[in-house]
């Protein structure tokens, strides 16, 4: 199947500073990446759709200024969470959908746990 | 609006053993997409089984069936032979057809499996 990554697996950034985690989809083109928060044993959380190219839609609740997500590329989706405070800190999953042909296949990376403090 | 409802928080098997998991979800759609996803303690997500609605024959992927029952809206997973392996969180998704690439998963709230040696 189709590869999805993530960088970075882990990290831990300081109260107020910003951290970026980035999303590729090494061997298709994803016309259409997904991010999600995850907190422990819960399901996952959409936060918004990016589509390559133009702006992301936000799911609502999820401030959009806060975690500002580009899609600058058919293989690449940033997430940065700015100003980071603890109450950020949690498992984030990105996930890549490819074209029609494969419009019902999503793909997750392995995700980033971010911790804050 | 689409739910997905997983009534089972937490089940126990036996090794070798056959278990069910339940899933049930609303909606107005007549076509869509139905999903078991597999969330092991690497926390990557891992689809086990997919079903389309306009098929009536109930999908199979080696120990992995399912039990469609597009009236009653239920998809429940079986796991036959259960693995020390299959000891995971289990996700049921719903996904509409209409609208392609850029429709999302809905995600059912997860039943936690651990399969006993």
Redesign the interface.
Known sequence: GAVVSQHPSRVICKSGTSVKIECRSLDFQATTMFWYRQFPKKSLMLMATSNEGSKATYEQGVEKDKFLINHASLTLSTLTVTSAHPEDSSFYICSARGGWERSYEQYFGPGTRLTVT | AQTVTQSQPEMSVQEAETVTLSCTYDTSESNY?LFWYKQPP??????VI?QEAYKQQNATENRFSVNFQKAAKSFSLKISDSQLGDTA?Y?CAF?R?IG??????I????T?LAVQP
Not at chain 2, 100 to 105: D, E, H, R, V, Y
């Open positions: 997409y690497s926390r990557q997500m891992i689809l997919r969180m996700f996904m057809v392609g690439a850029t429709n999302k998963l995600f059912g709230t997860g936690l």
